[in-house]
């Protein structure tokens, strides 16, 4: 069974801390992602890689950066935690390159719901 | 740019009833599309996708039809279960540079029994 996992379903931080969400996948995959999630706005990405220290801003990268240091691992990084990055956060990794149109699928985490206080 | 738009929730149903939900898009060129189901306390999961006009995704019982000329791609069951509760995204991949999926804001369905 193809498997991504997230180091925790549930945290509390304060504002200001530094915190860092980690995300493995089990499947030998070139892409991860990082999206936020919230009631309303849908999946927002925040930051992918589609290599070993590759990294790509998404759509909201502001207040985040990232790090993949080996392929199985993509860890998500507040430098200074704010309370308006309470959300819940999804990992997400899928296969190489496409071709032909074809698309390879992407496979989600069950979450990390941080709060910030 | 590309965009996905999905009918607002919630959708309150009875158990059997027959289930819509609306999806429609904008975007450049020949998307493919898809249908992602979020179940209570997990991450979401691949449900059906359609890559070509007049394509017809289906799994589980739920249906959706790539419809080019309306831009659309509702998703249909006949019969819904208490099961089926859940949020569903309605999702496109934007081909091109990285191929990101772009996601609909979400509709979470209630099923009664």
């Known amino acids: 069974d193809v498997k991504v996992t997230q180091s925790s379903r549930y945290l509390v931080k304060r504002t200001g801390e530094k915190v860092f969400l980690e995300c493995v996948q089990d499947?030998?995959?070139?892409?991860m992602f990082w999206y936020r999630q919230d009631p309303g706005l849908g999946l927002r990405l925040i930051y992918f890689?589609?290599?070993?220290?590759?990294?790509e801003k998404g759509d909201i990268p502001e207040g985040y950066s990232v790090s993949r240091e080996k392929k199985e691992r993509f860890s998500l990084i507040l430098e200074s935690a704010s309370t308006n990055q309470t959300s819940m956060y999804l990992c997400?990794?899928?296969?190489?390159?496409?071709?032909?149109?074809?698309?390879?699928?992407?496979?989600f985490g069950p979450g990390t719901r941080l709060t910030v206080l | 740019g590309n965009s996905v738009t999905q009918m607002e929730g919630p959708v309150t149903l009875s158990e059997e009833a027959f289930l819509t939900i609306n999806c429609t898009y904008t975007?450049?060129?020949?998307?493919?599309l898809f249908w992602y189901v979020q179940y209570p306390g997990e991450g979401l999961q691949l449900l059906l996708k359609?890559?070509?006009?007049?394509d017809k995704g289906s799994n589980k019982g739920f249906e959706a039809t790539y419809r080019k000329e309306t831009t659309s791609f509702h998703l249909e069951k006949g019969s819904v279960q208490v099961s089926d509760s859940a949020v569903y995204f309605c999702?496109?991949?934007?081909?091109?540079?990285?191929?990101?999926?772009?996601f609909g804001a979400g509709t979470r369905l209630a099923v009664h029994p």
């Open positions: 997400a990794s899928r296969s190489g390159q496409l071709a032909g149109g074809s698309y390879n699928e992407q496979f």
């Open positions: 499947m030998d995959h070139e892409n």
């Open positions: 890689s589609y290599d070993v220290k590759m990294k």
């Open positions: 975007a450049t060129g020949y998307p493919s």
């Open positions: 359609a890559t070509k006009a007049d």
């Open positions: 999702a496109l991949i934007e081909f091109g540079g990285y191929n990101k999926l772009i």
